[in-house]
């Protein structure tokens, strides 16, 4: 019978660590500076070369600023814009622009903009390897949030074969 209850102890204990240890730490992708750089200079080459002025601010899985390009000429508020559209792209795991859109479309969400740090208009993009979300770019200054989000994408795509 002793045996027998040292048998389940050790047993139980050896199930309690392995699930303590399963818990314990986590494996997540991340982006790097270089890589959050590289993505910001060629948004803003992107947008230069359609004639916006712009900000593009590249922030990480967590939502925190790794990278500012801003173009000559960009306003002072595309700054602070670029860098709330990243913030809310990498937070949500989708497009400002597919959020704002959500949003107006339904009562449920109207108040996602009231979110502190969000930015409900386009120009957002998270950046991902395969389905998981390591960062965001966001953009301000082009004339329509649409466009903001096109440059962005534009400078995903041109990094593309680094996001593996």
Known sequence: MQNRLATVAALTLSLIATAASAEGVRTEKNISLDLATQ???????TCSANGYNVTATVVDRAGTVRAVHRADNAGPHTLEASRLKAYTSASAKNTTLAIM??????PAAANLGQIP????????????????????????????GHLDEQCAVAGIAKVQELLK
């Open 39 to 45: 993505i910001a200079a060629q948004t803003v080459a």
């Open 101 to 106: 859109e959500g949003s107006q479309k339904n």
């Open 117 to 144: 740090g969000y930015l409900l208009l386009g120009g957002g993009v998270p950046v991902k390897v395969g389905n998981e979300v390591i960062g965001a770019v966001g953009v301000g200054g082009a004339p329509g």
